[in-house]
């Protein structure tokens, strides 16, 4: 069994607008993946039904096994936890500190073990020298960082990120690449939304494209990218080193940029 299993599932607003169509897919534990696709394609929404920020019109989601039907919001968020694209969206509290600490204080974490995940968080998040500073004294990139260390710290099974790239620097992507495996390494599912093609290419091994509010590719990250039209249907531009590949007349799909060197020098001899 899976640990995240939708199954089918559409949504549809009060006011007749479908957001989500007949979605399907899984997810394992200690996966890494992306979900891709121009704005209104049903991403967001679609990411919401996991931990029951919003309940599908009709399918179902599992984690565990379990309908998220069966839980409240708050029950949800122990199972998945959900980082916003905009961090100010969840931040309220005086300090980093009692940032992280309060969902742990929600959920009645014993001392001990509260200030034993706050330290992790903020080491894995980069944060422990900011602990004790003010979140909107920090600039809107390690504010992410800030939210990230909330749900680490929860120590959920499945996490959502929405666009943890937007206006970050080197120094941040590398840091949320280094997350990405030791977080996964952990045994936990995390789910990226974003539009950043380059930073999908680096990252994840697994892909999900949706247009028009249904799932059009998932697999393996090299293959799909290399599907130009389904890449042309979801307009999404290929990645550089796909380009690249393409361009040379490689016939393997990789995304590795030292295959890609070693053709191309191996070509160049030939020649």
Do not use: W
């Not at 179902?60 to 100010?88: C, H, W």
């Not at 495996?181 to 789910?191: E, F, M, W």
């Amino acid at each position: 069994m899976a640990l995240v299993e939708v199954k089918n599932i559409s949504f549809s607003y009060p006011n007749g607008y479908q957001a989500v169509d007949d979605v399907s897919f899984s997810i394992e534990a200690g996966e890494n993946i992306a979900i891709v696709g121009q704005n209104g394609a049903g991403k967001t929404t679609t990411v919401k039904m996991l931990n029951g920020l919003t309940k599908p019109s009709s399918g179902d989601v599992l984690i565990n096994g379990e309908s998220t039907k069966k839980y409240t919001t708050a029950q949800m968020a122990r199972k998945v936890g959900y980082v916003f694209q905009n961090p100010d969206d969840q931040i309220f509290n005086s300090t980093v500190y009692k940032e992280i600490e309060y969902g742990l204080k929600k959920m009645k974490v014993d001392m001990e073990e509260c200030d034993r995940r706050i330290k992790d968080a903020a080491e894995l998040t980069g944060m422990t020298q900011y602990l004790e500073t003010n979140p909107y004294d920090l600039p809107l990139s390690m504010r992410k960082f800030v939210t990230i260390a909330s749900v680490i710290a929860s120590n959920c099974d499945v996490m959502i990120f929405d666009e943890p790239t937007a206006g970050q620097d080197l120094d941040g992507l590398n840091l949320l690449s280094e997350l990405n495996r030791t977080l996964t390494g952990r045994g936990k599912a995390i789910v990226t939304i974003t539009h950043d093609m380059e930073f999908v290419a680096d990252n994840y091994e697994r892909i999900i494209v949706m247009c028009q509010k249904k799932v059009i590719a998932d697999g393996r990250t090299e293959d799909v990218f290399f599907q130009k039209d389904i890449m042309e249907k979801a307009m999404l531009k290929q990645p550089a080193v796909v380009r690249i590949a393409t361009g040379i007349g490689m016939t393997e799909n990789t995304l590795d940029v030292k295959k890609i060197a070693a053709y191309i020098k191996s070509h160049q001899i030939a020649n």
